[in-house]
Nanobody, 121 residues
Framework: VQLVESGGGLVQAGGSLRLSCAAS????????MGWFREAPGKEREFVAA???????YYDDSVKGRFTISRDNAKNTVYLQVNSLKPEDTAVYYC????????????????WGQGTQVTVSS
């Protein structure tokens, strides 16, 4: 099983990035896919998720700015991040889960290595 994130980088406040996560080694179409982030000194936190039925979920802090999507033909999940703020700076991880629930880290079985997003003020 592999989850490989890409698309992170350094961006000014107000800027945008598109994060991608390419999956392999499991049946992508039946997995719930989530994005989490971990800032220095903080716990890993939920950002967004998309169910196998394409239902989306967002943390309140990113609603209206971030958009999660998936392409089952490409086994890839995306996170479009707009209107970035310095407090969005973190390592962003994608994860795959099969429990039927999408919000907590405990519901995800597979994790990627993360991609760094740094937002300068």
């Amino acid at each position: 099983v592999q989850l490989v994130e890409s698309g992170g980088g350094l961006v000014q406040a107000g800027g945008s990035l598109r994060l991608s996560c390419a999956a392999s080694g499991f049946t992508f179409s039946v997995a719930a896919m989530g994005w989490f982030r971990e800032a220095p000194g903080k716990e890993r936190e939920f950002v967004a998720a998309i169910s196998r039925y394409f239902t989306t979920y967002y943390d309140d802090s990113v609603k209206g700015r971030f958009t999660i999507s998936r392409d089952n033909a490409k086994n890839t999940v995306y996170l479009q991040v707009n209107s970035l703020k310095p407090e969005d700076t973190a390592v962003y991880y994608c994860a795959a889960g099969f429990s039927g629930s999408t919000l907590g880290v405990e519901n995800y079985k597979y994790w990627g290595q993360g991609t760094q997003v740094t937002v300068s003020s």
